[in-house]
T-cell receptor
Framework: NAGVTQTPKFRVLKTGQSMTLLCAQD?????MYWYRQDPGMGLRLIHY???????AKGEVPDGYNVSRLKKQNFLLGLESAAPSQTSVYFC?????????????FGDGTRLSIL | GDSVTQMEGPVTLSEEAFLTINCTYT??????LFWYVQYPGEGLQLLLK?????DKGSNKGFEATYRKETTSFHLEKGSVQVSDSAVYFC???????????FGTGTSLTVIP
């Protein structure tokens, strides 16, 4: 029962470095999401995907890129990391259209940008 | 646009006390409403949900009723335990189903 798996769990980067966060789900879900969680701000949607090969911008997409080449994977990229991107990143997935479908979350990636 | 407003914390209660965490929402159409719980160092877990007006979601002693007339979805538990200490998030899914909107979270600490 893996559910949603995020890799890595922790990472420290220097300003200007790039990295990719990987999210994998084994529930055959169509929809996948990337959020960031910051103190006092709840969860903010970065990008999401409604199916393989599709992506869309969320509330705070600047500085991030995503790709959904395979249905089970959703990658979040930081091309040139900035200290403002220090955060906890969560991936989530949900089954299909219909607003009664809950989202299933991974355990998060804690990212620090120095 | 759609949004969720959640009571601010932190909330500290003694074991066996009654819990209420307020949540109100703004949405077009007929959203679904959710409560999620986040334990330290973990991701969010679905606690309960309600998909239409007057529905009551319940799980692990927690309850919340979807009140369309007051646009509210307050979380309640009759007798909290130390193990309920966590951060609780109210959320809604709009009519398109594409996006969730989360409240800012309410931290609950239960002391023995």
């Amino acid at each position: 029962n893996a559910g949603v798996t995020q890799t890595p769990k922790f990472r420290v980067l220097k300003t200007g470095q790039s990295m990719t966060l990987l999210c994998a789900q084994d529930m055959n879900h169509e929809y996948m999401y990337w959020y960031r969680q910051d103190p006092g701000m709840g969860l903010r949607l970065i990008h999401y995907s409604v199916g393989e090969g599709t992506t869309a911008k969320g509330e705070v997409p600047d500085g991030y890129n995503v790709s959904r080449l395979k249905k089970q994977n959703f990658l979040l990229g930081l091309e040139s990391a900035a200290p403002s991107q220090t955060s906890v990143y969560f991936c989530a997935s949900s089954y299909s259209q219909g607003n009664n479908q809950p989202q299933h979350f991974g355990d998060g990636t804690r990212l620090s940008i120095l | 646009g759609d949004s969720v407003t959640q009571m601010e914390g932190p909330v500290t209660l003694s074991e066996e006390a009654f819990l209420t965490i307020n949540c109100t929402y703004t949405a077009t159409g007929y959203p679904s409403l959710f409560w999620y719980v986040q334990y330290p160092g973990e991701g969010l877990q679905l606690l309960l949900k309600a998909t239409k007006a007057d529905d009551k979601g319940s799980n692990k002693g927690f309850e919340a009723t979807y009140r369309k007339e007051t646009t509210s979805f307050h979380l309640e538990k009759g007798s909290v335990q130390v193990s309920d200490s966590a951060v609780y998030f109210c959320a809604l899914s709009g009519y398109t189903g594409n996006q969730f909107y989360f409240g800012t979270g309410t931290s609950l600490t239960v002391i023995p």
